[in-house]
């Protein structure tokens, strides 16, 4: 029983021994160059730009730090949403009686669980990063759908002159078809 305490004790003093040591040492190689340690980047400007959140240019690394913290509590409601969502429509879609809505729900489940996450991670990451970066100019794809690693882009309606000139022609055009219609 005695032994068992003095190992015990002499491994716990050995291991906080050791963590000292690289500590002081982490500590003298830092100081050594020039490195402050400490929290004092919490109140110097950070030198960095954010690509979105709450505020996109913070004055101090505090402040950066906060803003990092709420896009993180955003992305993971969002993930728990949308993950929620996924989930009950491809468990929906495991019960249904559609033989082919049944068999695609059980191969998406069947996939993906017996991929590690990792593996799934490492595979989205490499598909993505293949995508153009943000800003060059790679043209469209069918002459209307643009698409880089910062997301997908599609038209929108843009009014311009002359639209509602046409939406009345098109509008009278529908009636006038639907009149025609009914008339045979």
């Known amino acids: 029983m005695v032994v ?7 491994l716990l ?8 040591f690289l500590a ?4 003298d190689n830092l100081s050594a160059r020039d490195i402050d340690i400490g929290f004092d980047f919490l109140e110097r400007p950070p ?3 954010l ?3 709450i505020d996109t240019h913070p004055a101090t690394g505090g402040r950066a730090l906060w803003v990092g913290m709420v896009n993180t509590l955003r992305m993971a409601g969002a993930g728990i949403i949308f993950a929620t969502l996924l989930g009950v429509v491809v468990g ?6 559609n033989w082919l809505i049944q068999r695609l729900g059980t ?8 991929v590690p996450l990792l593996v799934q991670i490492i595979f989205y990451s490499s598909v993505l990063s293949t995508l153009p970066r943000v800003g060059l100019d790679t043209g469209p794809i069918n002459g209307w759908l643009h698409i880089s690693n910062k997301g997908l882009s599609i038209p929108r309606i843009f009014i311009a002159d002359g639209f509602y000139q046409w939406a009345v022609v098109v509008l009278l ?12």
């Open 4 to 10: 068992k305490w003095t190992t015990q004790v002499t």
């Open 13 to 20: 003093t050995l291991v906080l021994a050791a963590l000292w």
């Open 24 to 27: 002081s040492q982490a500590g």
């Open 47 to 49: 030198d960095i730009q």
């Open 51 to 53: 690509s979105e959140g």
């Open 92 to 97: 929906l879609s495991r019960l249904s009686n």
């Open 107 to 114: 191969i998406w489940v069947e996939t993906l669980r017996n």
């Open 173 to 184: 055009g529908a009636i006038g078809a639907r009149y025609v219609h009914k008339r045979r």
